[in-house]
């Protein structure tokens, strides 16, 4: 079995920062590109911000220049670092990871997601 367990989550005033954490456990090979989504509520699931194994990432527009994306591949772990967070960062955020178990072809594994809350 594969786990992806989020922490980091909260509230925070608008201004403030948030650092989201994602643990993967258990039994696999090798853990390709991580991610992280979050969906608002009545709203689709978007694209946060994505980085490969050799650590090059991507961000959406919205938080380019707020957000930066970090992993360390020892601890099977992906961060989100959260600064200059707006109400409209509301959401709950889910990480993502590509993983080869073996026997197994590469798929995505999802968390169970944290809530993330901007208001005053």
């Known amino acids: 079995q594969v786990q992806l367990v989020e922490s980091g989550g909260g509230l925070v005033q608008p201004g403030g920062s948030l650092r989201l954490s994602c643990v993967a456990s258990?039994?696999?090979?090798?853990?390709?590109?991580m991610g992280w989504y979050r969906q608002a509520p009545g709203k689709p699931r978007e694209l946060v911000a994505t980085?490969?194994?050799?650590?090059?990432?991507t961000y959406a527009y919205s938080v380019s220049g707020r957000f930066t994306i970090s992993r360390d591949s020892a601890k099977n772990t992906v961060y989100l670092q959260m600064n200059s967070l707006k109400p409209e960062d509301t959401a709950v955020y889910y990480c993502?990871?590509?993983?080869?178990?073996?026997?197994?072809?590469?798929?995505?594994?999802w968390g169970q997601g944290t809530q993330v809350t901007v208001s005053s």
């Open positions: 980085i490969t194994r050799s650590g090059s990432a």
């Open positions: 258990g039994s696999f090979l090798w853990i390709n590109d």
């Open positions: 993502n990871a590509q993983i080869r178990r073996v026997g197994e072809s590469e798929r995505t594994y």
